[in-house]
T-cell receptor, first 113, second 112 residues
Framework: GAGVSQSPSNKVTEKGKDVELRCDPI?????LYWYRQSLGQGLEFLIY????????KSGLPSDRFSAERTGGSVSTLTIQRTQQEDSAVYLC???????????FGSGTQLSVL | SQQGEEDPQALSIQEGENATMNCSYK?????LQWYRQNSGRGLVHLIL?????REKHSGRLRVTLDTSKKSSSLLITASRAADTASYFC????????????FGKGTLLTVNP
C-alpha cells in the first residue's frame, strides 16, 4: 500500500475484554515498531521486529501484551484483559531497514471503559 | 529512563520568527531523528542525522548534532502557522541496536 495502515482507527472496549490491533506496514519494509502514546505524552516503545530476527519485546508493559508479525509483513498487537490504564493511542511504524526513518500509521485510539 | 529529552516543553512564537528546539540523550547513538506530530496521531519523519555528521539541512530545517555533548538542535527558520505541531527527537541505542526511543516532545505554537 501507499502507507502504513492501522485498524481499527478507534476501539472502545470494556475493562477485562481482549483487543487486537492490526498494522499493515509498507510493502518491503523489514522493520516494524509498535509504540503507544498517552494523552499529551511522548511515545512509549512497546516492541520492535526486524526481518527474521527475534523481536525486541523489552517495552511490553506486562504479560497481557503480546505481538506477532506474520510472514514478515502484517503485525497484530493483542492486549488481554484490558485495563483502563491501557487507554492510549497505539502507533505502528515501519522502516526500510536499520538506520532509516520511520513511517507511521495514523494509530488506533483505544478507550477502555 | 528517556534516551532523548527535548526542551523546551513548549514554545510559542510569531509567524516569521525562527524556532529552536533542543534534544539531549544519554548513550552513544548511530543516528538521531526528528519527527513532527500534528493532532496527536501519526508522526512524520523530518530529518535524520548520523553520528558522524555535525549539521544537516532540509528546506527551512537545520539540524545540528554534537556527540561530545550528546545533544542536538532543530532550527525552523521563517516559521509559519502550519508549523504548529509537536516535535520529537528519536535516538537509537547505538551499536547494532536500532530500536528507536522518543522524547516527550516540544509543543511549538506559531501565532499568525
Amino acid at each position: 500500500g501507499a502507507g502504513v495502515s492501522q485498524s481499527p482507527s478507534n476501539k472502545v472496549t470494556e475493562k477485562g475484554k481482549d483487543v487486537e490491533l492490526r498494522c499493515d506496514p509498507i510493502s518491503g519494509h523489514t522493520a516494524l515498531y509498535w509504540y503507544r502514546q498517552s494523552l499529551g505524552q511522548g511515545l512509549e516503545f512497546l516492541i520492535y521486529f526486524q526481518g527474521n530476527s527475534a523481536p525486541d519485546k523489552s517495552g511490553l508493559p506486562s504479560d497481557r501484551f503480546s505481538a506477532e508479525r506474520t510472514g514478515g509483513s502484517v503485525s497484530t498487537l493483542t492486549i488481554q484483559r484490558t485495563q483502563q490504564e491501557d487507554s492510549a493511542v497505539y502507533l505502528c511504524a515501519s522502516s526500510p531497514g536499520q538506520g532509516a526513518g520511520l513511517f507511521f500509521g495514523s494509530g488506533t485510539q483505544l478507550s477502555v471503559l | 529512563s528517556q534516551q532523548g529529552e527535548e526542551d523546551p516543553q513548549a514554545l510559542s512564537i510569531q509567524e516569521g520568527e525562527n524556532a529552536t528546539m533542543n534534544c539531549s540523550y544519554k548513550t552513544s547513538i548511530n543516528n538521531l531523528q526528528w519527527y513532527r506530530q500534528n493532532s496527536g496521531r501519526g508522526l512524520v519523519h523530518l530529518i535524520l542525522i548520523r553520528s558522524n555528521e555535525r549539521e544537516k539541512h532540509s528546506g527551512r530545517l537545520r539540524v545540528t548534532l554534537d556527540t561530545s555533548k550528546k545533544s542536538s538542535s532543530l532550527l525552523i527558520t521563517a516559521s509559519r502557522a502550519a508549523d504548529t505541531a509537536s516535535y520529537f527527537c528519536a535516538t537509537d541505542a547505538g551499536g547494532s541496536n536500532y530500536k528507536l526511543t522518543f522524547g516527550k516532545g516540544t509543543l511549538l505554537t506559531v501565532n499568525p
